[in-house]
């Protein structure tokens, strides 16, 4: 069975400044994908970033980025210049494909940003 | 854009009720998934479906079944509600076969208070 840790269930920022949400997982499987999902406030989930497995340079979008360090199964989130936008419930998730595409999540890191 | 949306943002329910909640999908996506959203214990997979007429159990799938009489709408049944069925649920669909498929989109959630 495939978890997903993230051990920050809240985080807070100031404006302008740069975050980093962990997360860790475990699986045996070789071929997988990785996700960063964002839930603003009472708003619809949207991906933010994603990484395949077999590619070394870590993903990046924008302000977003990612490190991903697959010996060390771990897959954080950097966010640059953080905007009051970015105030979300993050989310860490995990796919192997030759289980139906289901996303395996992590618990959530809430993230703040503050004036 | 690719759009999935649920029948209902808000529902209120009494113990016992037989529960049906309803998405579609516009972008003729093949897998669908029904999730469940809970403060601290982050979104748990109920039930997949990969076509047609076909399910599959995830994590959590006591309590629910589901059905998918067309390819755009997958539908999740609770056959009677229990308070313990109070929560976020969350559809989401993804394609297959072309790169960055795996990305799920999701629908807005609905909101179930059982009572």
């Known amino acids: 069975a495939q978890t997903v840790t993230q051990s920050q269930p809240e985080m807070s920022v100031q404006e302008a400044e740069t975050v980093t949400l962990s997360c860790t997982y475990d699986?045996?499987?070789?071929?997988?994908?990785l996700f960063w999902y964002k839930q603003p406030p009472s708003r619809q989930m949207i991906l933010v970033i994603r990484?395949?497995?077999?590619?070394?340079q870590n993903a990046t979008e924008n302000r977003f980025s990612v490190n991903f360090q697959k010996a060390a199964k771990s897959f954080s989130l950097k966010i640059s210049d953080s905007q009051l936008g970015d105030t979300a419930m993050y989310f860490c998730?995990?796919?192997?494909?030759?289980?139906?595409?289901?996303?395996?999540f992590g618990k959530g890191t809430s993230l703040l940003v503050t004036p | 854009d690719v759009k999935v949306t649920q029948s209902s943002r808000y529902l209120v329910k009494r113990t016992g009720e037989k529960v049906f909640l309803e998405c579609v999908q516009d972008m003729d996506h093949e897998n669908m998934f029904w999730y469940r959203q809970d403060p601290g214990l982050g979104l748990r997979l109920i039930y997949f479906s990969y076509d047609v007429k076909m399910k599959e159990k995830g994590d959590i799938p006591e309590g629910y079944s589901v059905s998918r009489e067309k390819k755009e709408r997958f539908s999740l049944i609770l056959e009677s509600a229990s308070t313990n069925q109070t929560s976020m649920y969350l559809c989401a669909s993804t394609t297959l076969g072309v790169i960055g498929a795996e990305t799920q989109y999701f629908g807005p959630g609905t909101r179930l208070l059982v009572l």
């Open positions: 699986t045996s499987e070789n071929n997988y994908y």
């Open positions: 990484q395949e497995a077999y590619k070394q």
């Open positions: 998730a995990f796919m192997v494909p030759n289980s139906g595409y289901a996303l395996n």
